[in-house]
């Protein structure tokens, strides 16, 4: 039995978020969305300054870490030629922030080591020979900060829970993807005659992978984006499933904030094809549903637990559907949430 606890609460969220969506269908934008987004932008700067400035009670170093060979299933992969060191500062909080992130989830349901990648300016997550890697940077315009952390320790616990569901498909087209780019890199440097036999490669049928794999990647990663932003906002109760940055560099997914299904539909026609975006309509909804969990530790470890099953199932049931189409976003919102519902009343 799923969340049974909160089966009345879902009843009353279910009719407000509808009430919710329909009424900002017809007033998106006006005066009063842009003031609650703008008292909104100042409350997650203010959580996100807090956050960068937290301090554990015990100091980790780099010597320190190099010297263990680690931490706590932690490995490091320092870059001593990266511009973009990681502070001790930052090290402490990554320590201490995937242990606070471990503490939601079974043991069995944790990578049995992650390796931190040292340098870049963009955060991100990949599986690398079979473990997770989570590549940090301290850059001046966007320090390590915990909710990111998060977010991206929460793609590599979804990454171990889905990784024999989805048959390695992500892997794959980053394979493909990696190889035609270096062919193609080769062919502008014109190196072909000293490159090998890869430079000959013909590029269509790899091309035409790709393409057929899209659909079935697209889906896979809407549904990684979203699990990894709801880590981060169980973890700290914030509405932001990721955010950091300045300037116009500065990106910010809030929960909180009102959705307009026409302007969203809009945007995905538009200019859209980020799959941080892809379940955009279930933002709200999932905030509030989230703050369900927060009266304890127990109650948020099964929020997510269930989570974590309502994907795995969808991934088992529906994965080979995108063989033949193209992912209907629509249609992936609207089953995600029916999962949701019942497994919590059940």
């Known amino acids: 039995m799923r969340h049974a606890a909160l089966a009345s609460a879902l009843l ?89 992130v471990n503490a939601l989830f079974d043991d069995l349901d944790l990578p049995k080591t992650i390796s931190i990648h040292e340098g870049g300016c963009d955060p991100a997550h990949k599986v690398v020979n079979g473990k997770s ?57 014109k190196q072909c005659a000293l490159s090998g036999p890869s430079c000959s490669l013909d590029l269509e049928p790899l091309l035409a992978e790709v393409e057929r794999l899209k659909p079935q990647v697209d889906y896979i990663l809407a549904l990684h984006e979203y699990f990894a932003d709801m880590v981060a906002i169980v973890r700290y109760e914030s509405p932001i499933g990721c955010g950091s940055g300045s300037g116009s560099e500065s990106f910010l997914r809030d929960y909180s904030q009102q959705f307009s299904m026409r302007q969203w539909r809009k945007d ?18 999932s905030w509030e549903l989230a703050k369900t969990s927060f009266s304890s530790q127990g109650a948020k470890k099964d929020f997510l637990k269930t989570l974590l099953d309502v994907f795995s199932e969808d991934i088992r049931n529906h994965l080979n559907d995108y063989r033949r189409e193209k992912v209907d976003l629509i249609s992936l919102n609207q089953r995600i949430r029916e999962a949701l519902v019942p497994s919590s009343s059940n």
């Open 12 to 100: 009353v969220i279910g009719s407000l978020a509808a009430d919710v969506s329909k009424a900002s269908e017809t007033a998106f934008p006006n005066d009063e969305f842009i003031r609650a987004l703008n008292t909104g932008q100042r409350n997650i700067e203010g959580r996100l300054a807090q956050a960068k400035s937290f301090q554990p009670p015990e100091q980790i170093n780099r010597e320190s870490l190099i010297k263990a060979g680690g931490l706590n299933g932690l490995e490091f992969q320092f870059n001593d030629d990266s511009k973009y060191k990681i502070s001790d500062q930052s090290l402490n909080l990554i320590v201490t922030g995937i242990a606070g």
């Open 268 to 285: 995905q026609a538009e200019r859209f094809s980020d799959t941080h975006y892809f379940m955009q309509p279930l933002w709200n909804y």
């Open 133 to 189: 890697t989570i590549y940090l940077g301290d850059c001046p315009a966007r320090p390590v900060d915990s909710i990111t952390l998060a977010h991206e320790h929460g793609h590599a616990i979804f990454a171990k829970r889905i990784g024999h569901e989805t048959d390695g498909i992500p892997g794959r087209i980053i394979g493909l993807e990696n190889t035609i780019m270096m062919v193609n890199n080769k062919r502008s440097l």
